[in-house]
């Protein structure tokens, strides 16, 4: 399936962004989508991911009371709401995709065959 992310931009710390993740052409009936960030010298870190198929969603200790993974099925598009931004939460942030994954590995780069070209984040301080 193919991704296509948009929603980033430049905000203060404490400000809000909306990431959205889209799969035209796709449905999304049974996926696990996962969004991960790659912060500028550490390595990629899965922060969240959602079970299309029933909503279940998953979250990184790091982001866990502050973002929020959700999807809208009719439009193959699943979204990242982000609330009180950090510095520490400036990076790339790409979306990724599973078809069918049984798997409880929800947060792993290593689960996900498909993969957005990502959308730049910057948070000041």
């Known amino acids: 399936v193919d991704l296509v992310e948009s929603g980033g931009g430049k905000v203060h710390t404490g400000g809000s962004l909306r990431l959205s993740c889209a799969a035209p052409?796709?449905?999304?009936?049974?996926?696990?989508i996962g969004w991960f960030r790659h912060a500028p010298g550490k390595t990629r870190e899965g922060i969240a991911s959602i079970m299309t198929i029933d909503g279940r969603t998953f979250y990184a200790d790091s982001v866990k009371g502050r973002f929020t993974i959700s999807t809208d099925i009719a439009k193959s598009t699943v979204y990242l709401q982000m609330n009180s931004l950090k510095p520490e939460d400036t990076g790339v942030y790409l979306c990724a995709a599973r078809r069918y994954y049984s798997g409880s590995r929800y947060l792993s780069e290593m689960v996900y065959a498909d993969w957005g070209e990502g959308t730049q984040v910057l948070v000041s301080s």
């Open positions: 052409g796709s449905t999304f009936d049974d996926y696990a």
